[in-house]
């Protein structure tokens, strides 16, 4: 009780307010605060009254609006990027370079051999040569199985309603809606006459009516893409180290390298494998040594490379394309050559222009970047080369995982997670059907955009880049006989322009481009904004607000005292609602007590004035029945006051 007393008394000296009500307590309020406007609330006559708290409120609503758009700002991490240009001595870029043919075709061909008379056979098919004129009645007989797992059909459209399928192998035909076939047309008539479209046909499995066709405006399109799909099925199955076996070795491919003034070769490269180029070497990778620093800009002060293609030993239906393809990016990073990287071409000098640019991004919560990928999601394939964090490396490893779970293995051109194998024909039949509907798929794609996230800082090389013809015609004599020379031994010339390139790699300045980001709205700014618009629509300050938050602070003072006051009032309800008449009076405690002494001296007992008196605080003999019983809700209180 003394407790309960004690915290009520200290709620009486925590409230600073004039009274116990919220009326007083607003009306206190509106006449101490530094606010403008509620003042003039109380003080003004009815009509000025009325007028002000009109004002109050609207500015008071401005107030809040403005608040709300200034935080909304702050909370939308906005950034603003600054462009600012430096001077340094620069680390030279990482540039890898490979050979667009992937192989050697003297080296697969054994390999691809029947592949390559049934793609000869189905063009001879499909271009319709003039009776006679065929090879292959003279040929051995086909062996249609790789065929029949990925065939090639042309789609007769001369009725776009019911368009007709036609195996080029097969005599029979399908029509795509009622299984109407229509005639043959004439053999010498040609592929557009006829008005078909060659299309890759891809089952979930062999015999399956569950397919999907690849269309494609030309037919050279439909035979590259039908020989990729088929030469990486075959692939797939031969070793890693085989396949650098069948691939350009370095001694062979780089003829000549200059850095700066100190000559180099090819054991300055670091040779990796890359599923589209075969093998890639790179120079100043920064993996085993210190990454190489430019002295200079200019072109003597750059990167000279001689480089022979041997485009003579082309795969024919694997690679339309001639030249070297070659990339430049950081150290420790992994080429992408086939997003980022440029082609050179055969017989020229091709010189290639430095800047470079740097890219500085802040992180969570302005953008969603990574700095090691450590927070990603998805499981980073490319580990295995020692490689750092980027978002290609991310979204190729993405699509692999979900291939891996959905066809059960993996695509050739990806890195493999542990335990899966390589797709081909023979073990997964339809693995062409899913990976093509895999690559297709929106939600897939999305799903590892979503996944991946960008570095947060990243150097990025833009290049300036020129072609000449080279070697000239008065010069090539001699370069070639000095090249074949020290490449073979030979005093015959084995080298030509068809497979000749030269590549000038260089800085053309020191000058480098910092792009970084900052935060647009800082808690600064905040709280500037905010402090402005209160002042300017009712003119106040810090101190107003804590004008305010006392208010509120008693307020709730008030409520607590009102929340205590009722629970005593229901408890006292409860008591007389339990006891419900009302305790004796003191005079009716002393006639009670005089009545029992008489009462005593008439059974016997001793006289009144001879009696022992009581101690303090017993109550008399027969208590009950003078129902006394209410006097306990007194308390011990009511007997001091009794007495």
Not at 123 to 130: C, S, T, V
Not at 385 to 409: K, P, V
Request: aromatic share 12%.
């Amino acid at each position: 009780m003394n407790l309960k007393k004690y915290f009520v008394r200290a709620l009486h000296r925590l409230q600073k307010g004039p009274g116990y009500t919220y009326k007083e307590l607003l009306v206190w309020y509106c006449d101490n605060t530094n606010t403008h406007g509620p003042k003039r609330i109380i003080k003004e006559g009815p009509k000025k009254k009325l007028i002000w708290f009109f004002l109050t409120l609207l500015f008071a609503s401005l107030v809040f609006w403005q608040w709300g758009i200034l935080i909304n700002t702050y909370l939308s991490y906005n950034v603003t990027s600054t462009l600012s240009i430096g001077f340094k001595t620069m680390k030279f870029p990482a540039v890898t370079v490979c050979n667009a043919n992937p192989f050697k075709y003297s080296e697969v061909k054994h390999l691809l051999k029947e592949l390559d008379r049934l793609i000869e056979a189905a063009l001879e098919r499909i271009l319709q040569p003039a009776p006679g004129n065929s090879s292959e009645n003279a040929s051995p007989p086909l062996d249609l199985r790789l065929w029949h797992q990925i065939p090639l059909v042309l789609i007769d459209e001369h009725d776009k309603d019911n368009p007709v399928i036609l195996d080029i192998f097969e005599s029979n035909q399908t029509a795509a809606g009622n299984q109407t076939a229509a005639p043959p047309a004439p053999a010498n008539t040609t592929l557009e006459e006829k008005k078909y479209k060659l299309a890759v046909k891809l089952c979930s499995h062999q015999g399956s009516d569950n397919c999907t066709y690849r269309n494609f405006t030309s037919a050279a399109q439909a035979v590259t893409e039908w020989y990729i799909l088929q030469s990486t099925s075959i692939l797939s199955k031969v070793p890693l180290q085989e396949r650098i076996r069948m691939g350009y070795q370095a001694e062979d491919m780089i003829l000549a390298c200059l850095y700066g003034a100190e000559p180099c070769n090819y054991k300055n490269f670091t040779q990796i494998y890359h599923p589209d180029h075969g093998n890639c070497y790179i120079f100043n990778w920064g993996m085993d040594e210190e990454a190489l620093n430019s002295s200079n800009p200019g072109a003597e002060f750059g990167l000279k490379l001689i480089l022979d293609i041997s485009q003579q030993d082309y795969i024919p239906y694997l690679s339309s394309a001639a030249g070297a393809r070659l990339m430049l990016h950081q150290q420790k990073s992994f080429p992408f050559l086939k997003d980022q990287g440029i082609y050179a071409m055969a017989g020229t000098e091709t010189s290639i222009g430095v800047l470079v640019d740097e890219l500085e991004r802040m992180g969570y919560p302005y953008s969603d970047c990574t700095n090691n990928g450590s927070d990603v999601p998805v499981k980073n394939l490319y580990s295995q080369y020692n490689t750092s964090y980027s978002i290609q490396a991310c979204l190729r490893s993405c699509f692999q995982n979900h291939m891996t779970e959905i066809c059960g293995c993996g695509h050739y051109m990806f890195p493999l997670p542990e335990g899966v194998n390589y797709c081909n024909n023979e073990d997964n039949p339809g693995w062409a059907y899913c990976y093509s509907s895999l690559r297709s798929s929106i939600t897939h794609r999305q799903i590892c955009i979503d996944s991946c996230k960008e570095t947060c800082n990243d150097t990025q090389y833009k290049m300036t880049i020129s072609m000449a013809d080279w070697p000239s015609e008065a010069s090539e004599d001699w370069i070639f006989h000095i090249l074949s020379y020290e490449r073979d031994m030979s005093t015959n010339v084995t080298l030509d322009r068809n497979g000749i390139i030269k590549l000038n790699i260089y800085f053309q300045e020191y000058n480098y481009r910092t792009i970084s980001e900052s935060a647009a709205t800082t808690i600064v700014w905040l709280l500037s904004s905010l402090g402005g618009q209160f002042g300017f629509w009712m003119g106040g300050s810090v101190l107003c607000l804590i004008e305010f938050g006392e208010i509120i602070i008693d307020s709730l003072w008030i409520t607590v005292i009102n929340v205590i006051s009722w629970c005593k009032g229901l408890k006292q309800k409860r008591a007389q609602a339990r006891y419900p008449d009302a305790p004796p009076t003191v005079s009716e405690l002393v006639e009670a007590h005089t009545n029992l002494g008489f009462q005593h001296e008439d059974a016997g007992a001793l006289p009144r004035d001879e009696a022992l008196p009581p101690e303090p605080g017993t109550p008399p003999p027969n208590y009950d029945s003078l129902r006394v019983q209410p006097l306990d809700v007194l308390g011990p209180d009511s007997d001091a006051e009794t007495e």
